[in-house]
């Protein structure tokens, strides 16, 4: 994505539902979401376990996800950062047995959320001048997923960690993530639109990429 001009962006204002007015001064969030685009996935291909998917393309305003975090900096008029205010979420993984190698006469069996807590997001402040803020997710599916790998390993989680840096002219963003399911980071000033920041499809098969074998690095200057 071509870099943008943080203040640039002024003009066209930001969401992320949060009013301002209590605050006095303006507000930028930031919007991490995963999700899986397909309508199934199966995590074994010789397997009829299968979990729902999201079934969406790239949005910062759906309802379906598999976890989201906000990230929100309020400014004062200098535009120097003066407080935070963070905010995370799960969405709820449904199990079903479809017929094997097609998803076809698919039954439903199950459904679970999983809590937060593995959703760290952390002010930085103290660590360094340009340092605001990170994300360090390991949230991990609900529901044991079958198959040799994952009968002898921990449950699988989505990974990925970011890092908020905000200098003078703007914010960048830098950090990793799994190569599943897909990653979308928008952001704005609020009230407004959200932009488009990142949108990554994925890159490889779920086992693949929640195994950590297929991991994307990002660095993008807003």
């Not at 040799?148 to 699988?156: K, L, Q, S």
């Not at 960048?172 to 949108?199: K, Q, R």
């Given at each position: 994505m071509a870099e943008k001009s943080l203040m640039a962006l002024k003009a066209k204002s930001a969401s992320g539902g949060i009013s301002t007015e209590s605050f006095g001064t303006s507000a930028w969030t930031f919007r991490y979401q995963t999700f899986i685009a397909d309508r199934y996935a199966r995590p074994a291909w010789y397997d009829t376990q299968t979990f729902g998917g999201d079934n969406r393309g790239f949005g910062a305003w759906h309802d379906s996800f598999r976890t989201r975090a906000d990230m929100t900096f309020y400014f004062d008029s200098r535009y120097s950062i003066q407080s935070m205010h963070f905010g995370k979420a799960t969405g709820i993984t449904k199990e079903y047995h479809c017929t094997l190698h097609s998803f076809n006469n698919c039954s439903y069996v199950k459904q679970a959320q999983e809590s937060t807590d593995g959703i760290r997001i952390m002010d930085k402040r103290a660590y360094g001048s340009y340092r605001v803020?990170?994300?360090?997710?390991?949230?991990?599916?609900?529901?044991?997923?079958?198959?040799?790998?994952?009968?002898?390993?921990?449950?699988?989680?989505?990974?990925?960690?970011?890092?908020?840096?905000?200098?003078?002219?703007?914010?960048?963003?830098?950090?990793?993530?799994?190569?599943?399911?897909?990653?979308?980071?928008?952001?704005?000033?609020?009230?407004?639109?959200?932009?488009?920041?990142?949108?990554?499809?994925?890159?490889?098969?779920?086992?693949?990429?929640?195994?950590?074998?297929?991991?994307?690095?990002?660095?993008?200057?807003?």
């Open positions: 803020a990170r994300i360090e997710h390991d949230s991990a599916i609900p529901i044991r997923p079958h198959g040799a790998m994952w009968g002898v390993t921990p449950t699988p989680g989505i990974t990925y960690t970011m890092d908020v840096l905000y200098w003078p002219n703007g914010f960048s963003v830098t950090g990793f993530h799994d190569g599943a399911p897909s990653h979308e980071l928008w952001g704005g000033w609020v009230p407004g639109e959200y932009i488009p920041i990142m949108t990554h499809n994925r890159a490889c098969d779920f086992g693949l990429g929640l195994g950590g074998f297929c991991r994307v690095n990002f660095n993008i200057k807003i």
